[in-house]
Nanobody, 123 residues
């Protein structure tokens, strides 16, 4: 059974930083591309970051480019999203997601998604 468990969310002031982690299990993590998505209250799901299976290709939504960094450790089955210069509009539930192939692109569909972790950016 595929399981994706996010952690690291919380309350942070504008301009601050936060590091989200996702622990993956139930499949061969290193064979699949991964991503992060978010959903703000009353809004749809926004894909924010993509990383291929090998970790050498990444892509970001324009809204987070230059502030967020996606990375992965295939030896630990872990996906990370490092978020800097956070803004109030970054407030959302953040989800770790698995793509059904080793590559793809940011907008490709997911086959699994975690339960999410809340990130709130407020003073």
């Amino acid at each position: 059974e595929v399981q994706l468990v996010e952690s690291g969310g919380g309350l942070v002031q504008p301009g601050g930083s936060l590091r989200l982690s996702c622990a993956a299990s139930g499949y061969t993590f290193s064979n699949y591309a991964m991503g992060w998505a978010r959903q703000a209250p009353g809004k749809g799901l926004e894909r924010v970051a993509f990383i291929n299976s090998g970790g050498d290709i990444t892509d970001y939504a324009d809204s987070v480019k230059g502030r967020f960094t996606i990375s992965r450790d295939n030896t630990k089955n872990t996906l990370v999203l490092t978020m800097n210069s956070l803004k109030p509009e970054d407030t959302a539930v953040y989800y770790c997601a698995k793509y059904p192939s080793s590559g793809g692109r940011l907008a490709s569909w997911y086959d699994y998604r975690g339960q999410g972790t809340q990130v709130t950016v407020s003073s």
